[in-house]
Each structure stands twice: as C-alpha cells, then as structure tokens.
C-alpha cells in the first residue's frame, strides 16, 4: 500500500517575521506533504524572497504568486486566496488537504499524528492541534482555548472526501466555522485535540486585526451572526470570553459585533436547513454541554461511516 498523499495549501500576505520559523517546522515533519502550496496573497514585505529561497531547494514546495489588492483581508480575502492555490491543482490526486497558516510553529510529528487520527477514525472529517501563544515576557505559553468540536483556522486537517462533500470553505468570516458544522450535519467527526504531539506556537495571537483587537473581536460577532447564530448561545459564549485575555474586552467585542448585525438585519448564510441544523445543535449544548451534544452527533457519524 502506498503511504497517504496529503496537500498543504498556505495563504499568506507579509509574513516575513514569521515565515523561515514556520517553513523549517514544516521541513522537520517526520511525515512531510505531498505538495505545499504557498499563495503569496500580494506581499510588500520580504516574503516573496524568503519564499523563492525554500522553493528553490525544497521539490515540493511550490509558490502561487497574487497581485497585490492594497491590504490585507482576512475571512473572504484569505479563503480567495487559498483557493488561488487549490485550483492549481488536481485535488483528487492527494488523499488528505491542509488549510495551513505561514504564522505557526508545529512540532515535528505534528502531521504523523493527525494522519494517525484520521486512519484510527473512518468517520473524522477534520481535526487540529491545539494552537497557543507566548506571554508579552516570553515567560510561558498560553492555550487560546479553542472548543474541541473544531479544528482550528490556522491548520484545518481535512479527509479529501469530507472537503469535497461540505463543498469546501465558505467565502465569508466565518467560514472556519461553518466548515465544521456542515461536517457534523452531514454525519463527519470534526475536532481538535490537546494532545503533546499537536500543540503548536500560533506566533500570530488569534483574534488579532490589522486595526486593532477590538476590530477582530467585533468581526468575529459579525460572523457568528452571519453564520446563523442565535442570541441566547451568542452571549453565553461571550459572557465566557470575557473570562479569557484580554479580559471583558474581547468578549464585549464579540457580543457587541454581532447585536450590530443584528440590528441592522445585515445579511446571514444562505443555507436555511444549516441553520437550523446548528440551532438546534447550539440549544443542546446550552442544556446538555458542549461535550455531551457533540458526541451525540460523532456516534451518529460512526455508525454511519462504519
């Protein structure tokens, strides 16, 4: 048999501070890709050079260069950009794809292990490490507290077959999220795990904006409201938020950018059988948790894919 074939496709826009650290983790993999794609989503910066000098010795490093837009965008910007990269090339040739950020530092046997779950898990769709970030002393790493029921944005691990199915990314903010919901209404395991072998430094905090924390906190509300939402589940969870750095800050931001949207009755996703799907998924972890409502719907996705 041969070994799996997996494809990782980078988006990226000015990331020379962080890119030779996340280029050489991705080298040490003790299971590299097949093909890395790296679209250079119109940099200004050193990026484009230090991108040429690894592809020029790396085989399977190829870069899709873009022209550059006058910002960075991210949600809608960065999903068009990624698929700059998928549709250069022929998807049904690898068994597993990577939406992969140039901001991240994984240890070596990070992709190992998630091949290791996906085989182990007929049934899992998409699955992460746990993304965590230093303290401003550099003193100590903090966890960004992801939920379990999803892989994160930075490294959505996907089962070709699964992406395929969900009909990829949506081009909108909450496109990371939506993806994983999709999964589980049409009986695929989505998850992330904090296991040693998968936590990775994101050397880029998430939740950050090219304008200001504040800025990304409220577009993260906006695209809760977006992807279908309700109230009652919105603000618990950022009444939890407000309990993480940056205290109460980041929470209100959330809450306060999606009641914006609300009230505004700005536009949502388009998909009316989805959002009652994730209504009445939300309305279960309200009263049953998270956990419990989630692998609810992993044992309907096993017996289903068994």
Not at 181 to 210: K, N, V
Not at 281 to 299: A, D, I, V
Request: a positive charge; glycine letters at 8%; proline letters at 5%.
């Amino acid at each position: 048999m041969t070994a799996p074939r997996y494809l990782l496709i980078t988006p990226c826009r000015d990331e020379a501070a962080y890119a030779r650290q996340c280029l050489d983790s991705v080298l040490a993999q003790t299971v590299p890709p097949a093909l890395w794609v790296i679209v250079d989503d119109g940099s200004t910066d050193e990026t484009p050079g230090i991108l040429a000098e690894y592809a020029a010795r790396v085989d399977w490093i190829r870069v899709v260069r873009r022209e550059d837009r006058g910002r960075r965008a991210v949600g809608p910007g960065v999903i068009d950009a990624f698929y700059a990269g998928l549709e250069s090339v022929d998807l049904n040739q690898f068994d597993f794809l990577c939406k992969f950020d140039l901001d991240l530092d994984i240890p070596t046997g990070y992709f190992a292990t998630l091949l290791a779950w996906m085989a182990a898990e007929p049934a899992l769709g998409t699955c992460s490490g746990k993304p965590y970030f230093w303290s401003p002393d550099q003193s100590r790493l903090i966890s960004e507290k992801c939920g379990d029921e999803m892989s994160v944005g930075m490294t959505k691990f996907y089962r070709r077959e699964c992406f395929q199915e969900i009909g990829g990314f949506v081009r909108q903010v909450m496109w990371d999220g939506i993806d994983c919901h999709r999964c589980r209404m049409l009986g695929w395991m989505a998850y992330s795990r904090d296991d040693p072998e998968t936590r990775f430094i994101h050397l880029r905090p998430m939740g950050s904006s090219q304008q200001s924390l504040w800025t990304g906190r409220m577009r993260h509300g906006f695209g809760q409201y977006f992807m279908g939402t309700g109230l009652a589940y919105m603000t618990a969870s950022a009444l939890y938020r407000m309990t993480r750095p940056p205290l109460m800050v980041g929470g209100l931001g959330m809450w306060w950018g999606y009641v914006r949207s609300l009230w505004s009755r700005a536009p949502r996703y388009d998909d009316l059988a989805f959002r009652r799907f994730l209504r009445r998924y939300q309305w279960s972890c309200l009263f049953l948790g998270k956990r419990r409502s989630t692998e609810r719907l992993h044992h309907q996705a096993r017996a289903l894919r068994s």
